[in-house]
């Protein structure tokens, strides 16, 4: 299955993507809140990894809520960024 958006994904921390972190990738991209930021899932060992930059916290927050209701995950580590000057920007 090739998952194809319009974003790049962010750095995938040198590895290649397992099944398991395309699956959580394809869960993230599917959420109309986020499918047009870019945030990368890593999962290891039922622990998922997210990084990227958002502009609110509520995308950061809606990500890691995704994350956690993933089946078989036991933790979840975000490595999100907020972007304060793109927040300023859009509240404009």
């Given at each position: ?69 993933a089946p078989g995950t036991g933790t979840v ?16």
């Open positions: 299955m090739t998952i194809q958006t319009a974003l790049p994904f962010p750095k995938t921390f040198g590895h290649p993507l397992s099944g398991e972190d395309r699956e959580e990738q394809k869960r993230l991209l599917e959420d109309d809140d986020l499918s047009n930021v870019a945030i990368a899932a890593r999962v290891s060992k039922g622990v998922v990894t997210l990084s990227g930059t958002v502009p609110n916290a509520k995308l950061r927050d809606r990500a890691l809520e995704i994350a956690r209701g580590e975000s490595r999100i960024e907020v972007d304060v000057a793109a927040t300023k920007q859009v509240d404009r």
